[in-house]
């Protein structure tokens, strides 16, 4: 079983805004601010979209953000594209200098 | 530009080992650190293991743990994953990430296919 808990799939129609949570405990996303998200299409390795909860990597639209309120972190996606529908996952840094990674949400774009 | 590619994996049957190389280049190899991710055949991302920048320190899943062993090469730009007692549920893509801060991944390879069949 995943160690982060995220819902298996959400839909949204384009130009639309989504939430993915992912909740973990206090030895992991309650631990650090080391919470990362990635996406995922079919075939493709992760690409990183979030990471230290709130940070964006150069050349990532700011469309995509995180944030985290205790033991839960969330990834919001506004004005839905249709190239958005693809795999999502959380990560985090743990108090044992572990990585855990939630299960994966699906994201359609209807 | 970054530039990771993985190599090694192939078609192996239980309790054997094999080991995954993941090349490096477009970037100065020795001031980052590395993780091993795995995702089998339909399923989420899996963690696996990960070495620090100096080599100082590496952490391994409990699922990997004492079969598998990250290491690295700096005069070749090179990491490496050794992996013992191949188990039917160790199949899976394995992809090499370059840190970018406490466990985000910001660069991936292509991924390298690992499977375990008797």
């Known amino acids: 079983q995943p160690a982060l808990i995220q819902p298996a799939s959400v839909s949204g129609s384009p130009g639309q805004s989504i939430t993915i949570s992912c909740t973990g405990t206090?030895?992991?996303?309650?631990?650090?601010?080391?919470v990362s998200w990635y996406q995922q299409h079919p075939d493709k390795a992760p690409k990183l979209i979030i990471y230290?909860?709130?940070n964006r990597p150069s050349g990532v639209s700011n469309r995509f953000s995180g944030s985290k309120s205790g033991n839960t972190a969330s990834l919001a996606i506004s004005g839905l594209q249709t190239e958005d529908e693809a795999d999502y996952y959380c990560?985090?840094?743990?108090?044992?200098?572990?990585?855990?990674f939630g299960g994966g949400t699906k994201l359609t774009v209807l | 530009q970054v530039h990771l590619v993985e190599s090694g994996g192939g078609v192996v049957q239980p309790g054997r080992s094999l080991r995954l190389s993941c090349a490096a280049s477009?970037?100065?190899?020795?001031?980052?650190?590395f993780h091993w991710v795995r995702q089998a055949p339909h399923k989420g991302l899996e963690w696996v293991a990960l070495?620090?920048?100096?080599?100082?320190?590496?952490n391994y899943a409990d699922s990997v743990k004492g079969r598998f062993t990250i290491s690295r090469d700096d005069s070749r730009n090179t990491l490496y994953l050794q992996m013992n007692s191949l188990r039917v549920e160790d199949t899976a893509v394995y992809y090499c990430?370059?840190?970018?801060?406490?466990?985000?991944?910001?660069?991936w390879g292509q991924g390298t296919l690992v499977t375990v069949s008797p």
């Open positions: 990430g370059r840190d970018l801060s406490y466990g985000a991944g910001s660069d």
């Open positions: 477009g970037f100065t190899f020795n001031t980052h650190g």
């Open positions: 070495i620090w920048h100096d080599g100082s320190k590496t």
């Open positions: 206090s030895s992991d996303v309650g631990y650090y601010n080391y």
């Open positions: 230290d909860v709130y």
């Open positions: 990560s985090s840094f743990t108090s044992t200098t572990t990585l855990v």
